[in-house]
């Protein structure tokens, strides 16, 4: 791709105006939220998506951030290109001039930052000294060096920071990386809100406690997501962590991918359940391999946090089966708050697990949203009819969103659950996946249970790779468009 030089321009609003779409950008938007005189406040910035650009491309751009003064928010996207160390630490330079930034997203994903590029943008950044929110993606930019005391001197910078996002995932973090990053978060005390996605690095326990250690200095943390691979010990720091912040209302813990023994599972169930103040909760043990006693553990403590309104469990492709998800009925009867609720159960709990699902919902007849996905657990007719019948005394339902791919529910079924839909006199928006259930042309049911739906206003509707023949995917479009108040219809039967 041809190269070419960027005009110099006095001033920033001279530069936001010009016509840069010509040049190697793949995207450029700027906005200035109906105000013509705040045009230079607000930017987002997009060169990505693997437009190969180079060092020599972005050192022309780099040096026009010195005009940006008084920008306060800016969005930067340089992932998949060929940046190296140099030019990060260059922009890191340009960045600095930024004295009014409040807000900095920037994407080096999969790029050559390097250690050296890190260390000076991050010592450039700490000159802007009113950021309240960084987000700083290093997805696999090859951070091949460690962390050092400059980056950590250089957080204790950030005093106004109230929300930090640090994506360092398979960037080759070392066990002294992960100290370092611990530490510099005890200079961080206004933190509300903190993102941490750290897996696929090299981490060991003393590092998972130094990096818990730190983040519970930060006691006016509100939300915090972690995405990091623990063991048995690093779960103790974990949920010892939990214990120790107070003001926590959200969490949300993404654990997938690792071995979790009964004890760490019940330890963690604890830790959790010291979190009174709790109201969001986003719980993922996707393909982890625990057992039987150890989710009996962690349902135990989490049934102890009584203030929840929104909830995640999602143990997709775990290795559970039906006699644990028969005991997700002890995690709700305190649940009385409850209105968002998202199970995944993907691929685990067979036809006899429903009755978990179904127990649970007895004590959560007050939710707004229901999401789950039941995909490939052998379902038929009988077991979907038993799940309807929960579902529909949901009576202040208004979002559903059922997933049942790979299953033999067939025409019946499916007829079922849009009858029993019917009660839910709230409901406006259901997305129902059937892909694969063995339907075929017996569709006169579905749609006349489809039809006694006249409350809906959103419809999302796979019945993909169920052999209906063309006229009679047709029928049940037509079905569909009569709804009266329908606004939105996602339709697929090929």
């Known amino acids: 791709m041809e190269t070419k030089k960027i005009s110099h321009y006095e001033n920033q609003e001279e530069f936001l105006k010009s016509n840069l779409g010509r040049y190697s950008f793949s995207k450029l938007i700027y906005y200035d939220n109906q105000i013509a005189s705040r045009i230079q406040e607000r930017l987002k910035l997009q060169i990505s998506n693997q437009n190969n650009i180079s060092d020599s491309w972005l050192s022309d751009l780099i040096p026009h951030f010195k005009l940006f003064k008084e920008m306060q928010s800016l969005k930067i996207w340089l992932n998949e290109n060929q940046i190296g160390e140099k030019s990060v630490n260059d922009l890191g330079y340009s960045l600095s001039f930024c004295s009014n930034l409040k807000t900095l997203t920037l994407n080096l994903g999969y790029n050559k930052v390097g250690f050296l590029g890190l260390s000076g943008l991050i010592q450039n950044l700490s000159k802007c000294q009113n950021l309240e929110y960084l987000c700083l993606n290093l997805l696999s930019a090859d951070l091949i060096y460690q962390f050092e005391d ?40 206004n933190l509300k809100t903190l993102i941490l996605y750290l897996e696929q690095n090299e981490i060991g326990n003393q590092e998972i406690c130094d990096l818990c250690s730190g983040i519970q200095t930060c006691q006016n943390l509100c939300s915090i997501t972690f995405c990091l691979n623990f063991d048995e010990n690093g779960i103790s720091y974990l949920s010892e962590m939990f214990a120790n912040l107070k003001n926590l209302n959200m969490i949300d813990l993404q654990l997938n991918n690792n071995v979790i023994s009964s004890k760490a599972a019940s330890i963690l169930g604890s830790g959790l359940s010291q979190c009174q103040n709790l109201t969001k909760l986003l719980l993922e043990l996707n393909q982890s391999q625990t057992n039987n006693e150890g989710l009996k553990g962690l349902f135990s403590g989490l049934s102890n946090i009584s203030n929840l309104q929104n909830m995640k469990l999602s143990l997709k492709c775990s290795e559970i089966n039906s006699d644990i998800a028969s005991n997700l009925g002890q995690l709700f009867p305190k649940f009385k708050r409850l209105n968002v609720l998202e199970l995944d159960l993907q691929s685990n709990i067979g036809e006899n697990g429903v009755m978990g699902i179904v127990t649970a919902l007895i004590y959560v007849q007050n939710l707004n949203v229901l999401t789950l996905n039941l995909d490939n657990n052998s379902i038929n007719k009988e077991g979907v009819s038993t799940l309807c019948s929960a579902i529909s005394n ?53 749609s006349s249970q489809l039809s006694k739906l006249q409350k809906l206003k959103f419809l999302s509707f796979n019945l993909e790779c169920n052999q209906i023949d063309e006229i009679y995917q047709q029928q049940l479009k037509r079905q569909a468009l009569k709804l009266k108040k329908l606004i939105n219809l996602v339709f697929f039967a090929s």
Do not use: P
């Not at 996002?165 to 978060?185: A, P």
């Not at 790979?406 to 079924?413: D, K, R, T």
């Not at 079922?416 to 019917?422: C, T």
């Open 150 to 189: 400059n980056i950590l001197f250089a957080f204790s910078d950030f005093r106004k920071l109230e929300k930090l996002e640090l994506m360092i995932c398979y960037s080759n973090l070392n066990q002294q990386d992960m100290s370092y990053i611990g530490q510099s978060l005890r200079n961080c005390q």
């Open 394 to 446: 949901c009576h202040q339902l208004k979002d559903l969103q059922i997933s049942l791919q790979n299953n033999y529910i067939g025409g019946e079924g499916v007829a079922q659950l849009l009858s029993s839909l019917q009660r839910c006199q709230k409901l406006e928006s259901i997305a129902i996946d059937v892909w694969q259930n063995e339907i075929g042309n017996d569709v006169n049911s579905i």
